[in-house]
């Protein structure tokens, strides 16, 4: 079964204006935590913003945001006033596993998101 | 955070052969990760990079296939043998210090593979 599921594959947004991109997940683990990283056509990862499972303030950096709702197990990115070098794909991923042992990164599939001038 | 130097940056090579990945760390790291992105799809996990233990696949990735050697914290490779076109994706390594209260993860630029 999927652990992260990212359902827009492609999304549209007019400049300045804002967007979500959504993500929910699956676990049962009590710790655990969530990230988002863009990937320009240029291929490397860019870390945007993290909420840990016990956080109880969503996150926010800058123009992202993070709606963390823990009892639907979704974690959804906002940027607000979109600009046109956000245009990329966008990951969802989730650490599983021990923190410092055995933990890696489980990814969804992306959403590429398209900003019109 | 750490910043990883990944090399190279993109090749083309011939079916049957091999090709190593290198990633440098500018700092002391406890855990380093090779991931695999096949055209147009996700980042999926290839092993995680221990120093000082053997490497740990995921399930689908075996050591004959994608050897890798993790001889101190900052540096590790990844080799992709006997390739063929199926083999072509972006590699990428990530790193993150457990030491660190830092909870991301860094990622390399990218290895764009072309097998042919």
């Known amino acids: 079964a999927q652990k992260i599921t990212q359902t827009q594959p492609g999304m549209f947004v007019q400049e300045k204006e804002a967007v979500t991109l959504d993500c929910t997940y699956d676990t049962s683990d009590q710790s655990y935590g969530l990230f988002w990283y863009k990937q320009p056509s240029s291929g490397e990862m860019i870390f945007l913003i993290y909420q840990g499972s016990y956080d109880e303030q969503n996150a926010t950096e800058g123009r992202y945001s993070l709606n963390f709702q823990k009892a639907r197990k979704s974690a959804n990115l906002v940027i607000s006033a979109s600009q046109l070098g956000d245009s990329a794909m966008y990951f969802c991923a989730m650490r599983e596993g021990t923190q410092g042992g055995s933990e890696k990164l489980v990814f969804g599939k992306g959403t590429k998101l398209t900003v019109n001038p | 955070s750490a910043v990883i130097s990944q090399k190279p940056s993109r090749d083309i090579c011939q079916r049957g052969t091999s090709l190593t990945i290198q990633c440098q760390v500018d700092?002391?790291?406890?855990?380093m990760f090779w991931y695999r992105q096949q055209p147009g799809q996700s980042l999926t996990l290839i092993a995680t990079a221990n120093q000082g233990s053997e490497a740990t696949y995921e399930s689908g990735f075996v050591i004959d296939k994608f050897p890798i050697s993790r001889p101190n914290l900052t540096f590790s490779t990844l080799t992709v043998s006997n390739m063929s076109p199926e083999d072509s994706s972006i590699y990428l390594c990530?790193?993150?210090?457990?030491?660190?209260?830092?909870?991301?993860?860094?990622f390399g630029s990218g290895t764009r593979l072309t097998v042919v």
């Open positions: 700092s002391q790291v406890t855990m």
């Open positions: 990530s790193a993150r210090d457990s030491r660190e209260t830092f909870y991301g993860y860094t």
